[in-house]
């Protein structure tokens, strides 16, 4: 078995490879910058990217990203908004995201959209894993990722396609760690437990009666979250 550290690309993350790509086709293109959405690692990398490449990046982030994440944006010179719903409500994300797209093409911004909907040259950078992958294990047949928001899965499935392998994609994710309906700071009601207030996954450990709280709570987070 073998690792992939994705957290050491510049900015922490496999986003910096989308960011990349982006912050460069706003160079080749002559485009006023880039707009688009995060909830925190996405946003960091733009930020840096933008800067990198002499221009600005926008951001609509969560309404509860980390402190931290918002000042990676704003230390790089990139403008961060937080927005309610977006990552939490699947409706309201994908009104954001499209108004979002809109709006850069209308502006002469390139969107900053961590999908292949709304991005794809940008989201080929996520595509270069599989390529690195490939060359460093010839003899690799399977990849676990984790499953996020698609993204990832995607471009890598998508890269060894162009590689024209046979290597299997799984997608991953941590057991327990389901959304928990008490986003206000009320307390769960089968075992009085109380949730972070909006925090979009309870990190109690005290929930034992998942029939009456559906979303049973995990322990708290040994690492920080993506």
Known sequence: MRLKAEDRNPTGSFKARIASVAASLVRQDGLAGLVGTSSGNG??????????????????????????????????????????????????????????AAAARTSGHYPMLTGFHYAPE????????????????????????????????????????????????????PEGRRRCPQRSGATCPACGALCRPRSPVCRWRSCTTPKAHPARCSPPAATRRP
């Open 43 to 100: 946003g960091a990398a733009a930020a840096a990217y933008a800067a990198a490449a002499r221009s600005r990046a926008v951001l609509f982030t969560l309404s509860d990203t980390v402190p931290v994440k918002l000042l990676e944006i704003t230390a790089a010179g990139g403008t961060a908004y937080r927005v309610e719903g977006v990552g939490h409500d699947a409706a309201s994300t994908a009104a954001v995201a499209d108004a979002i």
């Open 122 to 173: 940008a989201m080929s950078g996520v595509e270069t894993i599989a390529y690195e992958l490939a060359e460093e294990v010839p003899d690799l047949s399977v990849v676990y990722a984790p499953v996020g928001g698609g993204g990832l899965l995607t471009g890598l499935g998508r890269g060894f396609a162009m590689e024209g392998g046979s290597v299997r994609v799984v997608g991953v994710h």
